[in-house]
C-alpha cells in the first residue's frame, strides 16, 4: 500500500489496527527523509510492529518480514537497528 503523505500513512495505521488488530505492520520511512525519526517514532507508537528507516538493503527488508510473519503481532524491536526499542502493547 502506497501512499502520498505523513497524514494519510498514520491513517492507514490507524485504519489497519483497527480493523485487523492481529496484522503485523512494518512501517518505512519513504521521502520524508528530514523527519524520518519523527515519523518513525509515531509509527511505533501507533502500533506498527515494525519501522525501518531508508535506505534499507533486501536482506534486512526480508529479516523483518520474516521477524513480523514468525511473532504475528508480538512486539518486535522497531528499528532495523539491533538495539532498536520494543513497539508498544496495542
Known amino acids: 500500500m502506497r501512499t502520498h503523505s505523513h497524514r494519510s ?3 492507514t495505521i490507524e485504519a489497519l489496527i483497527r480493523d485487523h488488530p492481529k496484522l ?3 512501517a518505512g520511512s519513504g521521502c ?3 523527519d524520518a525519526s519523527l515519523y518513525l ?3 511505533g507508537a501507533l502500533g506498527a510492529t515494525r519501522t525501518l528507516q531508508r535506505p534499507f538493503d533486501l536482506p534486512t527488508l526480508m529479516a523483518t518480514i ?3 510473519l514468525a511473532g504475528g503481532s508480538e ?3 522497531r528499528s532495523n537497528q539491533p ?3 520494543s ?3 496495542r
Do not use: E
Request: aromatic share 0%.
Open 9 to 11: 500513512v498514520i491513517g
Open 24 to 26: 503485523g505492520i512494518i
Open 66 to 68: 520474516n521477524a513480523v
Open 32 to 34: 520524508l527523509a528530514h
Open 83 to 85: 538495539t532498536g526499542k
Open 87 to 89: 513497539a508498544p502493547s
Open 75 to 77: 512486539n518486535q524491536p
Open 41 to 43: 517514532n509515531v509509527a
